[in-house]
């Protein structure tokens, strides 16, 4: 949604622009409108800059996916996590395996962060129970979550 306001002492013609984004932060736009023409450039961009907003599939595929049990290896490959989600019992190590070429990637979510890796294995110990969401920091929509159960 886009928050028009005509701003302040600016004179007539000067509107203003807001986008409402948790994951994208914008400055407000000032623009001096000269016709339809110039309204129609800003409003279509406006809305692909909009369109950026929110979640990501694969975020989003982390965060539903029924987490597979009995499971503790993820491999990183084609820039994303397979499996997305997994389910293991409290003290267990779960190792990712960075396989993708010359591609790196890496690890990282609360309490835990790998290097950034290529053609390697890297393994964190999950002491307690709770669900712990990781990402590639290096590339955005790559992102998977491990549950820990209790014992």
């Given at each position: 949604?886009?928050?028009?306001?005509r701003a302040a002492?600016?004179?007539?013609?000067?509107?203003?622009a807001r986008l409402?984004?948790?994951?994208?932060?914008?400055?407000?736009?000032?623009?001096?409108?000269?016709?339809?023409?110039?309204?129609?450039?800003?409003?279509?961009?406006?809305?692909?800059?909009?369109?950026?907003?929110?979640?990501?599939?694969?975020?989003?595929?982390?965060?539903?996916?029924?987490?597979?049990?009995?499971?503790?290896?993820?491999?990183?490959?084609?820039?994303?996590?397979?499996?997305?989600?997994?389910?293991?019992?409290?003290?267990?190590?779960?190792?990712?395996?960075?396989?993708?070429?010359?591609?790196?990637?890496?690890?990282?979510?609360?309490?835990?962060?790998?290097?950034?890796?290529?053609?390697?294995?890297?393994?964190?110990?999950?002491?307690?129970?709770?669900?712990?969401?990781?990402?590639?920091?290096?590339?955005?929509?790559?992102?998977?979550?491990?549950?820990?159960?209790?014992?």
């Amino acid at each position: 949604m886009v928050a028009w306001y005509r701003a302040a002492g600016t004179g007539c013609g000067v509107l203003r622009a807001r986008l409402p984004c948790a994951t994208v932060r914008f400055r407000p736009v000032s623009i001096r409108i000269g016709g339809l023409p110039a309204v129609l450039v800003l409003s279509a961009a406006l809305a692909l800059a909009g369109a950026g907003c929110g979640s990501s599939p694969s975020q989003d595929k982390a965060a539903t996916t029924p987490p597979v049990s009995g499971v503790h290896d993820v491999e990183a490959r084609s820039l994303r996590f397979s499996p997305p989600a997994i389910q293991v019992p409290a003290g267990t190590t779960v190792s990712w395996h960075f396989d993708d070429g010359a591609v790196p990637h890496n690890v990282t979510g609360k309490g835990f962060a790998s290097p950034n890796l290529k053609q390697t294995t890297w393994s964190h110990r999950f002491a307690a129970a709770g669900a712990f969401t990781y990402r590639c920091t290096l590339h955005a929509n790559m992102v998977g979550r491990v549950v820990v159960t209790a014992q």
